[in-house]
């Protein structure tokens, strides 16, 4: 699945019934996208550019972020519950009421995250 595909959907759906769980979005081009209330559980979203995207209340539980750029994200009120962000850019990020229990954030760049 790649930006277009995406961009697709989110024209035909309406944003808080997207649903993109277990999606193969490996490598993507998400920069900038409104994925507002999105599921993304389960997704691969391994080096995804998710950069600038606003994905306030958005579900990410269970995904694979593995060296994602979440760079000036919104992911406030998102659920990253159980995700594997190892190496995954946040640098930015706005993150109030985040919730990452049982998150994988090693090597994970945090700095200037709100």
Do not use: C
């Amino acid at each position: 699945m790649d930006r277009a595909d995406i961009l697709q959907q989110l024209a035909a759906t309406p944003k808080q019934a997207l649903n993109l769980s277990g999606a193969d979005l490996n490598g993507a081009d998400l920069t900038d996208l409104d994925l507002r209330q999105a599921n993304l559980s389960w997704s691969n979203l391994n080096r995804a550019n998710l950069t600038g995207a606003d994905l306030r209340g958005a579900n990410l539980s269970w995904a694979s972020l593995s060296e994602a750029s979440l760079a000036r994200t919104n992911l406030s009120k998102a659920n990253l519950s159980a995700t594997n962000a190892h190496k995954a850019t946040l640098t930015q990020a706005y993150a109030a009421g985040l919730v990452l229990s049982g998150a994988i954030l090693t090597a994970a760049n945090l700095n200037s995250i709100d």
